[in-house]
């Protein structure tokens, strides 16, 4: 199979999905599989570019992830399962539910981003270029200060190392082609009629720059019945600093809704 990946848990248990975020890996989510993996099948996984799975077979798009997610499960005799994503996951297990609605029994979108003010639209558009002409150690100082607050940055200076040395790991070219995925792909996350209908969780960091409060408020707010988590005083990588302050309202979202 051509996507690496772990399942964890009791067979027979309902199926988690966790998706990393651009130029991460299965990795991140050490905390959530032990968690999770007491009651539930938990299904971590690399996009294809990242971590060990293999190239892209085509061109970078959102429906392109979807399908790796959606063949991942077919080999694994998976019918239906819940979707967490981080980031450019959340975006992801968005056009999962879009793709294959029935699949989908309910989705945690966390760090994820909506439609950008023209302001944030430009700034991620410029980050993407530089990542483009630079390759993934472009600003890599500025992003690790986007993702991580100062004090843990400072307190976990091991684990700071080993995310850079996770996304210096990337095809420079499909890390870039996924950057301008992450600008571009909020466009047909956006405004859909129908709407989601699944079972949804909306979570963030008060001081997550590239995914907002207000769009997680604004995506919860496109799903029905979405409920909404701001996490106080953290960046984008808030799962990681504190992962029990999204692993708990998690845990009481998938026993209500799996």
């Known amino acids: 199979m051509n996507t690496a990946h772990e399942l964890h848990g009791p067979a027979g248990a309902p199926v988690v999905v966790l998706i990393h975020g651009l130029g991460l890996n299965r990795r991140i989510w050490c905390a959530f599989t032990e968690a999770l993996s007491g009651r539930y ?16 077979p085509g061109a970078v798009s959102l429906s392109l992830f979807s399908n790796q997610l959606r063949a991942l499960l077919d080999a694994l005799g998976v019918e239906r399962c819940a979707v967490a994503g981080f980031s450019l996951g ?32 430009k700034l991620v558009e410029q980050r993407a270029a530089r990542a483009a002409e630079g390759g993934m150690a472009a600003a890599l100082d500025e992003t690790m200060a986007r ?28 890390y870039a082609e996924c ?19 699944h079972p949804a969780l909306v979570m963030t960091c008060e001081n997550d720059s590239g995914s907002t409060p207000a769009m997680s408020r604004a995506i919860a707010a496109e799903i029905p019945g979405a409920q909404v988590r701001i996490i106080p005083g953290l960046r984008h990588m808030g799962l990681v ?11 009481q979202f998938l026993a209500r809704t799996v």
């Not at 600093?241 to 845990?251: G, H």
């Open 241 to 251: 600093e504190r992962p029990a302050e999204f692993i708990k309202p998690l845990l």
């Open 179 to 197: 950057r301008r995925l992450l600008a571009g792909g909020v466009a047909e996350l956006t405004g859909l009629q129908p709407p989601l209908a």
């Open 41 to 56: 099948q938990v299904l971590v996984y690399d996009l294809f570019g990242h971590g060990a799975s293999a190239p892209p």
């Open 147 to 174: 993702w991580f607050t100062p004090e843990f940055r400072a307190a976990q200076p091991e684990y700071i190392a080993q995310v850079r040395q996770w996304v210096r790991a990337n095809d420079p070219a499909v």
């Open 90 to 121: 959340g975006m992801i297990n968005r056009r999962f539910a879009m793709d294959f609605p029935e699949r989908a029994a309910a989705l945690a979108v966390f760090n994820s981003p909506h439609k950008r003010s023209a302001q944030e639209q």
